[in-house]
């Protein structure tokens, strides 16, 4: 190490460019920065506008509104002092990395564009898709390409000293014991039938199913569902479970093979929570992974679990992992590394286990029940648990079929529009079941462990530079309190 690291004096005067301006973790990211750091020199965020905003008005309304800078808001004396900072500091910048000139930044900016290209110091690729079930041309386009569109807009920039691109620690697909920080290969899949992944050959399949579909008039509905089975098949036939982490993997690749003299850091996040202290504890925004459990069994509509409760589920709160973003920013800026991929999570040196996680949930529901929309409190149980796919798919074919095969009998012999519905609904629940537990499965039963060792590297250089108010080891994170007095009351509070 060249000496100690300063985060706070590293970010004074530098210019900043986060893409995903409006994604649960870039805000996080920004939050942090304007709060440790207010005399930044700019921060660039790329915005999509909308038929109904344009970024500007989703920079305030979606962005610095929210609950999550209610402590900068306070450090500088209110709304009027926030939004003074935000106008005299923030950009925002209207575009979409799936653009691949300038990342659709207008012509009309285009002073704006070559004020971007002297000035920026670091890029933050945040955006990205996460659906697991997403278009394959719309990931393809945003977590594959947009990353190749990204790092080409860096190297535009001429004073860009550092590309930080977020990616997910499963992108090592279905891999089982301990996952090592390592690059993707380009061309490498994950599949034993097949040997090389052509990237360039994925996007001509996109746009061969496209133009298909475009000459048998299929309907937006059609074109939407096709595209979205197409994503899951191309995932599987390579080796990956989803749509979403093979083109995050993807996108990997092509940082790997173009990123040429650019420094480039890839943050691999495990399953993102609430934030842990910073800026308080418990934010949280959208229904997140895990959260849709909490939601689900808080509500009582949760009586069905699939999944092993032996295995391990890796869950880190936002707050560390923006904190190891920052902290790999300033080292690599610095010269203090020569690695580049950093896996943040917990499975290593803090474990948890689904099991543990449905004992916490029970203990909190059971003291704070949720009260509905008709005023009653809402009591929870225990879940049945199903620990292999064979032992769900046996269930629902012994207890659901045959009511069903009743109410089809029912709604045939009295023509009654109430059994029709019961029927339809029914059955529309059970089939989503069975798919979503068919893309989640991977994760109920996975058994992989991801090493940490270049992230304990910047927890141990955080160290020597005397920064224990940056959080970054998850073995301080004591899982039942943060479930029971912080994760699951913000959930209730937020998301409810």
């Known amino acids: 190490m ?184 380009m061309g490498k899949t994950m599949s034993e039938s097949y040997v090389h992944l052509d990237i360039d050959s994925e996007k001509e399949v996109v746009d061969d199913k496209l133009k298909a579909l475009e000459n048998k008039n299929a309907s937006l509905g059609e074109i939407r569902s096709s595209m979205k089975e197409l994503g899951i098949q191309r995932a599987k036939l390579h080796g990956w479970p989803n749509t979403y982490v093979f083109t995050k993997a993807m996108g990997e690749m092509i940082l790997e093979q173009f990123k040429d003299q650019l420094e480039v850091v890839i943050i691999r996040p495990t399953i993102v929570s609430s934030t842990y202290k910073e800026p308080f504890p418990g934010w949280i925004e959208g229904v997140r992974t895990l959260d849709s459990i909490v939601v689900a069994y808080g509500k009582g509509s949760l009586k069905w679990y699939i999944g092993d409760p032996e295995t391990t589920i890796d869950l880190i709160p936002s707050d560390m992992v923006v904190n190891s973003m920052l902290m790999a920013i300033v080292t690599h800026v610095e010269k203090s590394c020569d690695h580049h991929i950093y896996h943040v999570g917990s499975s290593l040196r803090n474990p948890l286990k689904y099991g543990d996680i449905h004992v916490f949930l029970y203990s909190y529901f059971v003291k704070n029940p949720w009260i509905n929309g008709k005023g009653k409190f809402v009591k929870v149980g225990n879940i049945k648990v199903f620990n292999s796919m064979e032992k769900f798919h046996k269930y629902v074919a012994t207890h659901h079929m045959p009511l069903l095969w009743v109410l089809n009998i029912v709604n045939i012999l009295t023509c009654r529009q109430y059994f029709d519905v019961t029927y339809t609904n029914f059955k529309r629940k059970i089939n989503l079941v069975l798919r979503l537990a068919e893309v989640y499965k991977t994760y109920m039963f996975f058994q992989g462990i991801f090493e940490d060792t270049n992230t304990e590297k910047l927890r141990v250089i955080a160290g020597e530079s005397g920064l224990k108010n940056l959080e970054l080891d998850p073995k301080g994170i004591k899982w039942e309190e943060y479930f029971m007095n912080t994760h699951t009351p913000m959930v209730v509070k937020y998301l409810f």
């Open 2 to 185: 060249k000496g100690r690291i300063d985060i706070v004096q590293f970010f004074y005067g530098k210019t900043i460019f986060i893409t995903g301006a409006t994604g649960f973790l870039a805000k996080v990211v920004l939050e942090k920065i304007l709060r440790i750091q207010p005399n930044i020199k700019r921060i660039f965020l790329l915005i999509r506008a909308t038929k109904q905003k344009s970024s500007s008005q989703r920079l305030y309304e979606e962005i610095i509104e929210t609950d999550l800078f209610r402590v900068v808001k306070e450090k500088c004396g209110g709304i009027e002092g926030l939004r003074s900072l935000i106008s005299e500091k923030v950009v925002a910048v209207c575009g979409d990395i799936s653009c691949d000139q300038n990342l659709g930044i207008n012509q009309e900016d285009y002073n704006l564009r070559d004020y971007m290209y002297k000035e920026i110091d670091i890029i933050i690729n945040s955006a990205a898709t996460t659906n697991f079930h997403e278009r394959y041309d719309v990931a393809l386009g945003i977590n594959t390409f947009g990353a190749l569109n990204v790092l080409s807009f860096a190297k535009k920039c001429l004073n860009a000293k550092l590309l930080l691109h977020v990616s997910t620690a499963y992108v090592c697909g279905e891999r089982a014991g301990l996952i090592p920080e390592k690059p993707l290969s």
